[in-house]
T-cell receptor
Framework: AQTVTQSQPEMSVQEAETVTLSCTYD???????LFWYKQPPSRQMILVIR??????QNATENRFSVNFQKAAKSFSLKISDSQLGDAAMYFC??????????????FGQGTILTVHP | DGGITQSPKYLFRKEGQNVTLSCEQN?????MYWYRQDPGQGLRLIYY???????QKGDIAEGYSVSREKKESFPLTVTSAQKNPTAFYLC????????????FGEGSRLTVL
């Protein structure tokens, strides 16, 4: 079974600075997807960024980028120029690309990000 | 606007009662999911459905039941057999099973008194 681990329960950053959230995962599969989701105080989960395992290039979405290290099974999220609206719980998630577990997202425990003005 | 609607947002229940949480989507997605979220834990999958009239158990299905009679609707019933039902419940959908991106509703908070 796949597992996702976020070792940082809480992180904080000053507005306009950069912060990196860590995520590691364990899988025996070669083809899969990785995601970062944001859950603001409203509690609705919002997709931040996704990475296909077969792509070597790291995904980027505006101020959000990932560092995907497939061999190390590491998938960190970097938030540049942090804004107050970035404050939220961030979840790393894994999804198999096929097999019997298709359709199932496995989530990490989450990291609470606080942004200080 | 397309999206996922969950109701009610807040629900209180006495022990021994069943309760049904509603989830409706107008995204024309085939797949729908129910997750449970507890403090300090990530989301855990309760049930999922890839197509109408078909659904599979997730990791924590005991004490829950679902139906998928319509593409748009995937209600979750929390039965009296669920030992610790107080939690935040999230419904999600995706266009097809391999796209990877799930769209979530705003959630339902269930409290058992």
């Amino acid at each position: 079974a796949q597992t996702v681990t976020q070792s940082q329960p809480e992180m904080s950053v000053q507005e306009a600075e950069t912060v990196t959230l860590s995520c590691t995962y364990d899988t025996s599969e070669s083809d899969y997807y990785l995601f970062w989701y944001k859950q603001p105080p409203s509690r609705q989960m919002i997709l931040v960024i996704r990475q296909e395992a077969y792509k070597q290039q790291n995904a980027t979405e505006n101020r959000f980028s990932v560092n995907f290290q497939k061999a190390a099974k590491s998938f960190s999220l970097k938030i540049s120029d942090s804004q107050l609206g970035d404050a939220a719980m961030y979840f790393c998630a894994y999804r198999s690309a096929g097999g019997t577990s298709y359709g199932k997202l496995t989530f990490g425990q989450g990291t609470i990000l606080t942004v200080h003005p | 606007d397309g999206g996922i609607t969950q109701s009610p947002k807040y629900l209180f229940r006495k022990e021994g009662q069943n309760v049904t949480l509603s989830c409706e989507q107008n995204l024309n997605h085939d797949a729908m999911y129910w997750y449970r979220q507890d403090p300090g834990q990530g989301l855990r999958l309760i049930y999922y459905s890839q197509i109408v009239n078909d659904f599979q158990k997730g990791d924590i299905a005991e004490g829950y039941s679902v139906s998928r009679e319509k593409k748009e609707s995937f209600p979750l019933t929390v039965t009296s057999a669920q030992k610790n039902p107080t939690a935040f419940y999230l419904c999600a959908s995706s266009r097809e099973v391999f796209t990877g991106e799930l769209f979530f509703g705003e959630g339902s908070r269930l409290t058992v008194l």
